[in-house]
């Protein structure tokens, strides 16, 4: 089926296509009276004042949004992005995808504490460059490590008053210590929104550094606004992400807890890195009954892990539900081989071509050799650079989300066992003099 500017084509998931390994329709449909709560859920979010993750395309307050941004954009060459998980990898995949390559709008996200990346910092121009520090708890210990250690370097260069300048916060606690360091620094935290960091993308949270980098934000948030309506539909064939949840929820049931996502455009690879959080923060969780469910995402890059996984994915154990994402437009994209040597067997069905043809044509050899074996996959089409449907997936996939933690009764906006890692590391530093491996 089509949605809007966002193709979905979740056959390779039915029995007609890969055979008693799939699932059916009526399958799907069995699970429709589980999902009734959900929809009571639904319901309450859509008409909720307080923001969730399905009305934060209509809570988000764009005209802040974009009068930042244009702000920054006219005085800063450069963004640095500190931030963490949710913090970061929304921004990222949506300044990569949707962002123009621009030396006067640069962006550069660092999600990360290895202290010789962080050394690149050293050779930052600061009087071009913002400093943009996200954090929801403002106590992630790896954000404020960043910030902090080069605050100094800041403050020598910028003085007072050109640190303000050059400095944006993002944060909910008032009670966190970034929000507190905002205040003696002066300098006004935008407001986070109430929204898990992994759940925060359709927010100022990765808008705003991706508006800076060119993005058409509202294109995002129309897009996420679309499927966010068809995701309320009540009926589970009709309604996408029921119908997806469902169906990866059927398959995990059958032992297939690897979730592979494979995009088949290389500005498409950082969708796979947000996806990552969504799906094993979300799903890795104990029900009820004390049984630990989840899916591991695991991502795949077309066509090169073509030579690398793929014998895996056909003849390995059959644990997978792949999904591939590619722009059917770039068929008509890339140079033509040329005719030369076309008597080489090898040059032969190539000769001719465009690379794009080439591209197009190992995607679906991929698909349809998964298919004849029985292996569950499904695509996703999206023309390039467009943020309406970037939008549009963002939002089915958070969907989903919700829809297999709710088959699987699970909460999916906590992450109680990541909380004994942080209490841990904190523990370690206060008793730290050296480090034996």
């Known amino acids: 089926m089509t949605i809007s500017r966002l193709s979905i084509d979740n ?67 450069h963004t640095i992005v500190f931030g963490i998980g949710g913090s970061s990898l929304g921004a990222e995949m949506l300044s990569s995808t949707l962002g123009h390559r621009s030396p006067r709008n640069r962006v550069t996200f660092y999600d990360n504490i290895d202290p010789r990346t962080l050394s690149e910092i050293d050779d930052v121009q600061w009087a071009d460059t913002l400093c943009m520090v996200v954090s929801k708890s403002g106590n992630t210990a790896e954000t404020l490590g960043q910030f902090l250690t080069v605050l100094p370097r800041m403050e020598r260069y910028l003085g007072e008053v ?102 088949y455009a290389d500005n498409l690879r950082l969708v796979v890195n947000w996806y990552r959080q969504l799906w094993a923060e979300s799903l890795g969780k104990m029900d009820a009954d004390g049984q630990h469910r989840g899916m591991t995402p695991l991502e795949n890059h077309g066509v090169t892990d073509q030579h690398s996984q793929l014998q895996l994915m056909l003849d390995g154990p059959d644990d997978k539900v792949v999904t591939f994402i590619a722009n059917p437009g770039v068929r008509h994209e890339g140079r033509r081989v040329p005719m030369r040597f076309q008597e080489l067997p090898a040059v032969a069905p190539l000769a001719g071509h465009t690379l794009g043809e080439l591209f197009i044509s190992e995607l679906k050899a991929t698909r349809e050799t998964l298919s004849r074996r029985g292996r569950p996959n499904r695509t996703f089409g999206l023309h390039d650079r467009d943020a309406y449907a970037i939008g549009e997936l963002i939002m089915l996939l958070e969907m989903e989300t919700v829809v297999v933690a709710e088959l699987m009764g699970i909460d999916p906006f906590d992450q109680p066992a990541v909380e004994e890692s942080k209490i841990l590391t904190r523990e370690y530093l206060a008793d730290l003099i050296h480090v034996d491996f």
């Open 11 to 77: 056959s390779g998931f039915q029995k007609d296509a890969i055979g008693d390994s799939g699932v059916t329709n009526e399958e799907i449909r069995a699970l429709s009276p589980r999902l009734d709560g959900l929809r009571k859920k639904i319901r309450h979010w859509q008409s909720s004042n307080d923001v969730n993750f399905l009305n934060l395309p209509d809570k988000t307050d764009l005209d802040m949004i974009e009068q930042i941004g244009r702000k920054c954009s006219r005085m800063f060459k």
């Open 162 to 263: 050109g640190l303000r300048e050059h400095t944006v916060i993002i944060t909910e606690n008032p009670d966190g210590a970034l929000y507190k360091i905002a205040q003696q620094l002066g300098i006004e935290p935008i407001a986070h929104p109430a929204v898990g960091g992994r759940f925060s993308v359709l927010s100022v949270v990765g808008l705003l550094p991706a508006y800076i980098s060119g993005v058409d934000v509202s294109g995002v948030l129309e897009g996420a606004r679309a499927m966010a309506r068809l995701c309320t539909d009540d009926d589970i064939l009709e309604n996408p992400a029921f119908h997806n949840g469902a169906a990866q929820y059927l398959h995990t049931e059958k032992g297939r807890t690897i979730s592979v996502f494979m995009p």
